[in-house]
């Protein structure tokens, strides 16, 4: 392969993980703490408009991440990198929490919301809708920081294959 194929394909690797893994820091740390603060959701007076904004963008932020896992694990096929079979398996960790949450979690979490007539805080505490929602809840949570944690494990894993004098498996 050509020095310039094998710099866009690394260039690809490193943008395609640093739009996920930003795009993951940007919704946890700025998003969903800003749609829910009391700034926000005194001035709408509902958090179900917050709650719809931050559904909305995790959507989006699944699909981004799909993408990019998938573009991810192409460069590393082509380059042959030290570690591949290392960042395939993270990246295709990544690539499956990331599919939990978009085709399993976040779907139940909606029909929990509309059984709960749009507003799950207002609905009883004894409501199964609730009661499933505030379930899956943390669940997420803890799959979007599986993902983030798996990106970061694959930034080291690149770091360390930039020191290393033999790139390639030949």
Request: charged content about 15%; overall charge positive.
């Amino acid at each position: 392969m050509s020095s310039p194929a094998r710099v866009a394909l690394r260039a690809f690797r490193l943008l395609s993980l640093s739009v996920w893994l930003g795009s993951l820091v940007f919704f946890a740390f700025v998003l969903a703490p800003v749609a829910f603060s009391p700034m926000v959701t005194d001035q709408v007076h509902n958090l179900v408009v917050s709650g719809s904004i931050v559904g909305a963008a995790l959507r989006a932020l699944h699909w981004i991440g799909l993408a990019c896992g998938v573009i991810f694990a192409v460069c590393v096929l082509q380059l042959r990198r030290r570690w591949m079979g290392v960042q395939l398996g993270v990246v295709a960790a990544m690539l499956a929490l990331t599919a939990l949450s978009q085709f399993w979690i976040i779907p139940r979490m909606d029909r929990d919301r509309v059984q709960a007539g749009g507003d799950i805080d207002a609905a009883s505490i004894d409501s199964p809708a609730r009661q499933d929602f505030e379930r899956l809840h943390p669940l997420s949570e803890k799959v979007e920081g599986g993902v983030l944690l798996g990106g970061l494990a694959l930034v080291f894993f690149m770091a360390s294959e930039a020191g290393s004098r033999t790139h390639t498996i030949e």
